[in-house]
């Protein structure tokens, strides 16, 4: 079985720049239990880094676009707190999924 531990994730806003290759990231903040994500960013960069089998050691970067409607943003007076949740279709295009995950895609949004 394979076991990942996580040792730790921080995040950083991603502020673009004239196209998608120029972009400067600011200060990385470390991700804590009750650590909060500032919904005024579009763009974050996620960053991870965890051992696998206790020896292995895997890192994970990416860049990811704020996910939340103005409705959704409105219902919350406050910051809500950071979760990270990634599931992935391989070989599923987004109109493929909303169209034939409705149930699925609808709960997700």
């Not at 219902?75 to 949740?85: A, G, L, M, V």
């Amino acid at each position: 079985i394979n076991k990942i531990v996580i040792k730790k994730c921080e995040y950083a806003q991603v502020v673009w720049f004239k196209n998608d290759f120029n972009y400067k990231l600011d200060n990385l903040k470390e991700i804590e239990n009750g650590s909060y994500l500032n919904k005024s960013f579009d763009y974050y960069l996620i960053n991870c880094t965890g051992v696998q089998n206790q020896n292995k050691i895997l890192n994970y970067k990416r860049i990811f676009a704020k996910i939340f409607s103005t409705e959704t943003e409105k219902k919350f007076e406050k910051s809500q707190p950071i979760n990270i949740f990634m599931l992935g279709f391989d070989s599923v295009s987004r109109e493929d999924w909303l169209e034939n995950l409705p149930k699925s895609s609808h709960y997700l949004l």
